[in-house]
């Protein structure tokens, strides 16, 4: 048997803040642990945390594990605001709760505040709470914030010291319905921005952000400096600190690697640098003496993110590996090391690592440990500051009774937490009715363990796979097994198959690594697989492929299928599309041909397979919709949803609902204090 970590549990004592079954009260303990919880994340407001923080560890001293929860969560809110009184509350938690989890964490911020490596006190200031955007960079004077501004699609510029945002005036270039700013990045004396851009009602080959613009901050000085040709994808990064190149992250057609690019900002065709293709390439920095580019990206799909440096001068390839597990947040101002993020235990540290020419001169150093500093770096300012993104996200299953009609949905019987990572949430959610609507099956909050629960008695499984990674999972049609689309330590890409009982993963059927999606036929004979704009039929026994359609869809893509096995639905960004497999006849149940009429995140059958439910994204940009369309094509109805949900999934029976409710509040952060002295 694999040695696979399996862990049961009662489903209470599990997940923080879950109600085991309806008829059981909320423990008050708990329950005033997650307000306080969601007043820091989700509402942003740390100051009413602190006060709820503290009246919890006073309340409940008899609750070990939550007083220790909000002791720790207390000193982290304190640190964030630079209060001095964190080290009392880590102090009292390791005086009362010496023997709960959280006091290794007390212990090490103890130890931080007391021996900074930093001269001064290190300090996150809040500089823009419930922030429109966190996709941008910041100027070098760490004044400017470029973003995505959502209501007109376009390009903006936030002065964090005024607290004011200025729309580019014509940054949505050719009008709100017709296209959309992406990846942006800031000029390094804040006057000129660089960005993606998306073309809406395209040929299928000039789709998605293929292009790459550049504006003067009063809308001046437009050009086109990449064009859609030969463009599968394109992400600016930053500047180098002369003004004259973009670093830029490029996709091309027909190769799922990633390559990192110089783009003259004069205009003129982009310098591909001389280094491996990646995958997932990101965070590309140029130092402020402008020798020299960091960047985190894996070397294959299904491997970590690494950092690496290259020189964007050279002509051969002078790329180095740097370190593992890392994302790339910046440089120090002498260009003498590079801040990185490392994720731990669900939580991710700042680093230092010291180079000189090109190479690492020493060990890598924790420098930052109070919170979740995240991956999401807008830039370090010449004077030591660093400015990230916290998205504050939550991500709950959430389950409710259903009678048919999504308008009437009534209160949820059970949440509980499970991954907010995107690629999930849009491409098809993260849980699953078993075949016998016995057992749920959702993805944890890391995203590499699978959750099962038993709805019957509330018992819950933890399973962490032994894959290098899984990225779509669906249970086999017999419900004996769970089936996941992922590479295991053979590079075997494809479906395997998980046995529930002790966690053995058997290999049934190689796929393309482009693979977007599959959904198993109710025979179990024929794996039914693809992408956007075509789908094909693996017969498992033979190896050999069919294509069952082709079409011009985009984006998120997911499959569904009958009960009977006759019809197969196909879901894209903008296409809902029902195939009678016998005949191939496909008939469209819903076309979006504009921004406004909303992109599709989400689908699910009926429990009868006469209707697809759908969520849709309305063209604001800030409401979700339900969409009901009946397969035999005949009239749809579409209605308010309630919140921000993703993902959708009906019981056998369908007398229950399974959907996934996200909440943020994006803020920017700015770290300060933080270098070492040397």
């Known amino acids: 048997m694999n040695r696979t970590l399996i862990t049961i549990a009662a489903f209470a004592a599990l997940l923080l803040g879950t109600a085991p079954a309806p008829a059981q009260k909320p423990d008050p303990a708990q329950a005033a642990l997650k307000a306080a919880i969601d007043k820091e994340l989700v509402d942003g407001d740390l100051k009413r945390a602190i006060d709820l923080y503290t009246k919890v560890a006073n309340t409940h001293k008899s609750n070990k594990s939550v007083a220790a929860q909000a002791l720790l969560r207390l000193g982290q809110c304190q640190e964030k605001l630079g209060q001095s009184q964190a080290a009392s509350a880590y102090e009292r938690l390791l005086s009362q709760y010496a023997d709960q989890k959280e006091a290794a964490t007390a212990r090490a911020r103890l130890a931080a505040l007391r021996g900074s490596p930093a001269s001064g006190s290190v300090q996150a200031r809040l500089v823009w709470d419930n922030a429109m955007d966190d996709w941008g960079s910041a100027s070098?004077?760490?004044?400017?914030?470029?973003?995505?501004?959502?209501?007109?699609?376009?390009?903006?510029?936030?002065?964090?010291?005024?607290?004011?945002?200025?729309?580019?005036?014509?940054?949505?270039?050719?009008?709100?319905?017709?296209?959309?700013?992406?990846?942006?990045?800031?000029?390094?004396?804040?006057?000129?921005?660089?960005?993606?851009?998306?073309?809406?009602?395209?040929?299928?080959?000039q789709r998605g952000y293929t292009e790459l613009h550049v504006l003067n901050a009063d809308?001046?000085?437009?050009?086109?400096?990449i064009p859609a040709a030969g463009i599968d994808y394109i992400e600016p990064q930053s500047w180098s600190p002369d003004g004259k190149w973009i670093s830029a992250m490029i996709n091309r057609k027909g190769d799922n690697h990633g390559y990192l690019a110089l783009v003259p900002t004069g205009g003129g065709e982009p310098r591909y640098l001389p280094i491996p293709p990646k995958q997932g390439l990101e965070a590309a920095f140029f130092s402020p003496d402008g020798k020299w580019l960091a960047y985190s990206a894996s070397p294959i799909r299904g491997a970590g993110r690494h950092l690496y440096l290259c020189s964007p001068n050279s002509a051969t390839d002078s790329e180095v590996k740097l370190t593992n597990n890392a994302i790339a947040m910046g440089w120090a101002p002498n260009s003498a090391g590079i801040m990185f993020s490392r994720e731990s235990s669900g939580k991710h540290d700042l680093y230092f690592q010291p180079v000189d020419a090109g190479k690492p001169s020493g060990e890598a150093k924790i420098i930052y440990t109070n919170t979740d500093i995240g991956t999401n770096s807008q830039g370090i300012s010449t004077s030591g500051t660093l400015l990230y993104g916290i998205g504050n996200r939550r991500s709950e299953a959430t389950l409710y009774p259903f009678t048919g009609d999504l308008a009437k949905l009534g209160p949820p019987t059970l949440t509980f937490p499970v991954t907010g990572s995107v690629s999930w949430l849009l491409g098809g959610g993260t849980m699953r009715f078993s075949p016998d609507g016995n057992r749920l099956l959702a993805i944890s909050p890391s995203g590499r363990e699978l959750i099962i629960r038993t709805l019957g008695d509330g018992i819950v499984r933890t399973i962490a796979p032994r894959l290098m990674r899984f990225t779509r999972v669906e249970w086999s049609p017999d419900g004996t097994a769970i089936l996941l689309q992922g590479l295991d330590d053979a590079r075997h890409q494809g479906i395997h198959r998980l046995d529930p009982s002790n966690a053995d993963i058997s290999f049934i059927t190689p796929l393309p690594e482009s693979t977007w999606n599959?959904?198993?036929?109710?025979?179990?004979r024929t794996i039914y697989y693809g992408g956007p704009n075509r789908v094909l039929a693996r017969d498992i026994t033979t190896g050999q492929d069919k294509e069952i359609w082709t079409g011009d869809g985009l984006g998120n893509f997911q499959l569904l299928i009958t009960r009977n096995g006759q019809t197969l639905v196909i879901r894209t960004t903008r296409l809902l599309v029902a195939v009678h497999l016998a005949t191939g006849q496909a008939r469209t149940l819903y076309t979006n041909d504009g921004l406004e009429d909303g992109h599709t995140w989400a689908s699910a059958l009926t429990h009868d397979d006469t209707k697809v439910l759908a969520i849709h994204r309305d063209g604001s940009l800030n409401k979700m919709q339900f969409g009901v369309y009946p397969i035999d094509g005949s009239t749809p109805s579409r209605f308010p949803a309630p919140g921000e949900i993703r993902g959708l999934h009906v019981s056998p029976d369908g007398k229950l609902l399974a959907t996934t409710v996200l909440t943020r509040r994006d803020q920017i952060w700015a770290l300060e204090n933080f270098l070492p002295t040397n």
């Open 140 to 205: 070098a004077d760490g004044r400017y914030l470029s973003f995505v501004h959502w209501p007109t699609l376009g390009i903006a510029i936030r002065d964090l010291s005024t607290g004011t945002n200025h729309v580019i005036p014509d940054s949505t270039l050719f009008g709100r319905n017709r296209g959309e700013a992406g990846g942006n990045a800031i000029s390094p004396d804040g006057k000129r921005v660089a960005f993606a851009y998306y073309r809406h009602n395209q040929p299928q080959d």
């Open 219 to 225: 809308g001046s000085g437009h050009k086109l400096l």
């Open 518 to 524: 599959f959904v198993p036929s109710p025979d179990g």
